[in-house]
C-alpha cells in the first residue's frame, strides 16, 4: 500500500519554527517529485513549495514563505520536509505533504489534481 504520513505539526508563536516531515512506505519517493501545500479552512488547497526529482529543481508557488520556509529530502529515509521558520498566524492551516511524476507543476496546471499521492494533513497553527 503506498502511503505519505505527515508529522511535526503543531502550535507555535510568531517567529518560531517548525519541521514538518513526510515518510514514504510502498513506494520509493526519490522516484517523484514531492510538494507541500496548505489549506486553511473555506479556501481551497494551495501549494507551497515542491522539489523535482532530477536535480531537485525547487518551485515556488506561495510568495508568502520565500525566506522563510525551505523544502528538503532524505531519499535514504524516503522522507521529504518542509522546514518552516519565522512562523506567521498567516501560515496556520492543515499542511499536506503530496508525491508523483518527476517534475512539478507548471503555473497553469491543476497542483492538486497533478499529484496522485497525499498524506493524511497536519495541523499547524501560528498563535499571534
Known sequence: QLQ????????VQTGGSLRLSCVGSGFALDYFAMAWFRQVPGKEREPVLCMSRPGGVIRAFAADVQGRFTI??????NAAYL?????????????????DG????????????FFQYWGQGTQVTVSA
Request: hydrophobic share 25%; with cysteine.
Open 83 to 99: 522546514q518552516m521558520d519565522n512562523l506567521k498566524p498567516n501560515d496556520t492551516g492543515v499542511y499536506y505533504c503530496a508525491a
Open 72 to 77: 528538503s529530502r532524505d531519499n535514504s529515509k
Open 4 to 11: 505519505l504520513v505527515e508529522s511535526g505539526g503543531g502550535l
Open 102 to 113: 518527476a517534475t512539478c507543476p507548471g503555473p497553469y496546471d491543476d497542483h492538486v489534481a
